[in-house]
């Protein structure tokens, strides 16, 4: 650790600084590599949604009917 000198006390500090900085770093990585498989359900999901609506068409032969209050 240190020896009481100004400067050690200074280094002390500083590699507390970096130890911290790198655990957040890796925190943060963990993070966006997580949001990113995420991201990349979603889209295989919205394209098959995509897909599936494109492929469905209508439904109906005729005009829509009006509806029972009428």
Same mark, same amino acid.
């Given at each position: 650790?240190?020896?009481?000198?100004?400067?050690?006390?200074?280094?002390?500090?500083?590699?507390?600084?970096?130890?911290?900085?790198?655990?957040?770093? /890796?925190? =943060?990585? *963990?993070?966006?590599?997580?949001?990113?498989?995420?991201? +990349?359900?979603? !889209?295989?999901?919205? /394209?098959? =949604?995509? *897909?599936?609506?494109?492929?469905?068409?209508?439904?109906? +032969?005729?005009? !829509?009917?009006?509806?029972?209050?009428?």
């Amino acid at each position: 650790m240190s020896d009481g000198r100004p400067d050690a006390l200074r280094l002390d500090a500083l590699e507390m600084r970096a130890a911290h900085q790198d655990a957040m770093i /890796a925190d =943060l990585n *963990e993070v966006i590599t997580a949001q990113w498989r995420k991201i +990349d359900v979603l !889209e295989r999901q919205l /394209a098959r =949604l995509r *897909e599936e609506f494109q492929t469905m068409g209508p439904q109906r +032969d005729g005009p !829509e009917p009006p509806p029972p209050h009428y």
